[in-house]
Every structure is written in structure tokens, then in C-alpha cells.
């Protein structure tokens, strides 16, 4: 089920169907320099990954990470979302897109739209992004998002500070 769509790009609700798609995205390089080792090794774990986070975020606050699919072809390019931390008072937007698919607009494309579905539809008053310092792609999507630094955060204890970007205000 299409949740949202843009003009080159549809984002539907991730289901376990999806475990292949997942293993790859998580254990991309690029994914686990900038986001995080997420332990997913099989498309068991992947299966866990999409039932404990996507699925669980839908059921509980009504939106999440979503796949995103280039029209037409279905073909799956990434995820893009919205995620609700324990650890943050604001929802934050988060995507990642494979290797083939980076550097086409298709982050950006995925984000705003997501960031114009949480204001619009979802009535979130602020959403926020988080990365890494070193993360340069994520941090040029975020500033074409109109999010500016707001602070370094820690999202967990064992974890280092990232940037915080926010809406200008």
C-alpha cells in the first residue's frame, strides 16, 4: 500500500516480504559508517529488524521508515521515514538509498516528502534530522530541507554526539 508518491518515486509500508531488500541496505558500507551496525546478518534477523522497528513504529505512533520504490519499475531504491526515538523529544526524518540509486535526487525527493506527510497530514508541529559530523550526503539533504545545526546530541550513552538539525526559526 503506496503511502505516499512523488513524481519519480513511490513510499509504501515495509512488510517482512521485504528481508532481502533489508539484509543488503543494512549491511551496505556506506549504511554501517554513517548509521549504525544494526546486527542484521540473515533474512532472519532482517525479518526481526522489520517486525521490532517499521512495523512496531507503524502500530504504535501511526507512521515509520517506509520503502522507496522507483515507479513504474517497483524497483526498491531505499527507505525513507519518519522515526520516533526514546531518546529525543522530536520525531526525526531518516533515509538511506543504495549505492545505485545515490547521487539521482532520490533522498532528497523521498525526504521532503515524507517532511511535507508529517506536517500535513500527521500534524507533527517539528521534525528533525540526526547524522553523523562526517556524514557530508545526509547533511546537504537535511540543509536542502531548510534543517540547520541546532545542536550535537547523544542518543545513547555508549553512543558518540551527532548533529541535530532542525527548522530554522
Partial sequence: MNVIETERLSL??????????ILKLLNDPAFLQFIGDKGVR???DARRY?????IASYERWGFGLYMVELKGSQSPAGICGLIKRD???DVD??????PQYRSMGYAFESAAA????????LSLERIVGV?????????????KLGLRLERMV???PAEPEIRLYAPAT
Fill in 42 to 44: 540473515t533474512l532472519d
Fill in 131 to 143: 547524522t553523523t559530523s562526517d556524514n557530508s550526503g545526509s547533511i546537504r539533504v537535511l540543509e
Fill in 154 to 156: 547523544q542518543l545513547s
Fill in 50 to 54: 522489520i517486525l521490532d522497528g517499521p
Fill in 114 to 121: 515524507v517532511m511535507e506527510h508529517g506536517k500535513t497530514i
Fill in 93 to 98: 526524518i531518516g533515509f538511506a538509498i543504495l
Fill in 87 to 89: 531518546s529525543l523529544p
Fill in 12 to 21: 509504501r509500508l515495509i512488510s517482512t516480504d521485504d528481508s532481502a531488500f
